[in-house]
């Protein structure tokens, strides 16, 4: 059996309240294992422990009982932090420096340089989709382009597994798409990503499995398409039936001792819509690109 590439065990962390002899339990006894290859999302609200988990994962915070292991070694480590990109949620860039030299910096951090850093800088904007803004300041630049910088710098050092803090948060939903797009594509390239969001309906294309969390406790977890399927019903998608199809359908329900439940036309997300709507726009003559 292969060592889960993270895994949380029995996890608790309570913080003191400052000024008040009070404290809050952010991370109730808490388990689980993320492997090789998938996607996991920890999924909740605001306040509900994810981020918690991810510092005390990384080592940034420690437990007040039970035990975070990368890669086999404890979380607290720092060896166990050399095969890991972490992305926060709210990143922080030197606002004067360009794309390109931001990924060097971080490069440089890591111990890379001369052609090897050359090269991998140019072949992460271009996975990024950044490479038109190569030469622009990062103070300028949107949201969306600043996640998808702070995902270029979680990859500088090609890490094995990736940990994102909230990646799609403040994101429109074109940007987003394409965040969710590239998690798929660094999946496709055999990483491991571990990430939060409270987004849920944005993140449920790309995670395999996921944890729901509530009130610092883990609440429900497995593969997604198991909690998200109704037991005991399905859905059959009929397209050009004839006029008295659904007829047919009921009378068929009726005597077969089945229950019609619901009929409905399929419905597109909003979110979908305004993806049709914006690509329609960026194709119109004179639109700006």
Do not use: W
Request: glycine share 10%.
């Amino acid at each position: 059996m292969k060592t889960p590439v993270a895994s949380v065990n029995n996890l608790t962390k309570i913080f003191p309240v400052p000024m008040r002899r009070q404290k809050v339990m952010a991370v109730q006894d808490v388990s689980l294992e993320i492997n090789e290859g998938e996607v996991y999302g920890l999924l909740g609200p605001n306040g509900s422990g994810k981020s918690t988990i991810l510092k005390i994962l990384l080592g940034l915070v420690t437990p007040t009982r039970g035990s975070c292991k990368i890669f086999g070694r404890d979380g607290r480590d720092y060896r166990s932090h050399r095969d890991v990109g972490f992305l926060p949620e709210n990143p922080y860039f030197y606002k004067y420096l360009t794309a390109a030299e931001t990924l060097r910096f971080y490069g440089k951090i890591s111990g890379m340089g001369g052609k090897a850093l050359d090269g991998r800088i140019s072949e992460l904007l271009e996975l990024v989709g950044m490479e038109d803004a190569r030469h622009r300041r990062v103070g300028g630049y949107s949201k969306g382009m600043l996640q998808r910088i702070g995902l270029a710098q979680t990859l500088i050092q090609d890490p094995r597994l990736l940990v994102l803090d909230e990646p799609t948060a403040g994101v429109d939903p074109v940007g987003s798409r394409g965040i969710r797009d590239l998690i798929l594509n660094l999946k496709k390239l055999g990483k491991t990503v571990l990430l939060t969001s409270h987004l849920l309906e944005q993140v449920q294309e790309v995670c395999d499995r996921v944890g729901i969390m509530a009130r610092g406790k883990l609440v429900r977890e497995g593969p997604l398409d198991s909690l998200a399927a109704i037991h005991g019903q399905t859905e059959y998608l009929i397209e050009n039936a004839p006029s008295n199809f659904g007829e047919k359908i009921r009378e068929l329900a009726a005597t077969s001792g089945a229950k019609l439940v619901e009929e409905r036309q399929p419905r597109r997300t909003l979110e979908k819509i305004f993806l049709e709507a914006a690509a329609a726009s960026a194709d119109q003559p004179g639109s700006e690109r």
